[in-house]
Each structure stands twice: as structure tokens, then as C-alpha cells.
């Protein structure tokens, strides 16, 4: 394989982890969590209870990756955790909203400040 066309791979498949990888984590966490509780239902064990863990994280990633991309959240349930439970640092909607308030909460002074 050259080098080129490693490239050309790479990128093709950065590009569709981009535009995908959201829906795909999503639904696959889904299909984990679902298979893990009827594994549960017939047979109690710890091998159950791992995947029921393993598709909530990977359903939480995946929406954690629509929401960096779209700067919003697609379910309540994720923005729920990633903005009350989580950590600040792993919202990836934070900061990028502009305050529509004043600084000051003084209207008067806010139009003094810009000079009018």
C-alpha cells in the first residue's frame, strides 16, 4: 500500500467516523443495552450486566459526538447527564453560546459603556 493511498483510506475513513459515527454509536449502544437485558431476563450473570454497561457508554458517546458536531443535543436523557452529571470539561456544548444578557445586568450602564 503507498502512501497516497493509506492517505486517501485515512481520510475516507475520517470522514465517514465524522458524518456517521454518532448514528452508528447510537444505535449499536442501543442494540447492546437491549441485548444485555434479555441476557439478564434468561440467565442472571456478570456478562450481562457488562454489556448493559458497555451500550450505555457507547450510546452516551454517541451522542456526545452528535452533540460536538451540532453544538446541541438530540436526546434530553444525554444532555441531562453531560450537563448535570458529568464533568464541565466533557460538555461539548459549553461555551459555545453567545450571553444575550448584559454584563451588568444595567441596562443604563451597558448603553453608557457602548456611548450612547
Do not use: K, Q
Amino acid at each position: 500500500m503507498s502512501p497516497v493511498e493509506f492517505a486517501a483510506w485515512l481520510l475516507l475513513g475520517m470522514l465517514s467516523f465524522w458524518l456517521l459515527g454518532g448514528i452508528v454509536a447510537r444505535v449499536s449502544g442501543l442494540l447492546l443495552v437491549l441485548t444485555g437485558a434479555a441476557n439478564l431476563a434468561l440467565d442472571p450473570g456478570v456478562g450481562a450486566a457488562l454489556l448493559i454497561v458497555l451500550g450505555t457508554v457507547t450510546w452516551l458517546a454517541g451522542h456526545w459526538h452528535y452533540a460536538l458536531r451540532h453544538h446541541s443535543y438530540n436526546s434530553p436523557l444525554a444532555r441531562h447527564v453531560f450537563c448535570r452529571w458529568a464533568p464541565e470539561w466533557l460538555d461539548p456544548t459549553r461555551n459555545w453560546a453567545t450571553p444575550v444578557t448584559s454584563v451588568t445586568g444595567d441596562p443604563e450602564h451597558d448603553e453608557r459603556r457602548d456611548g450612547r
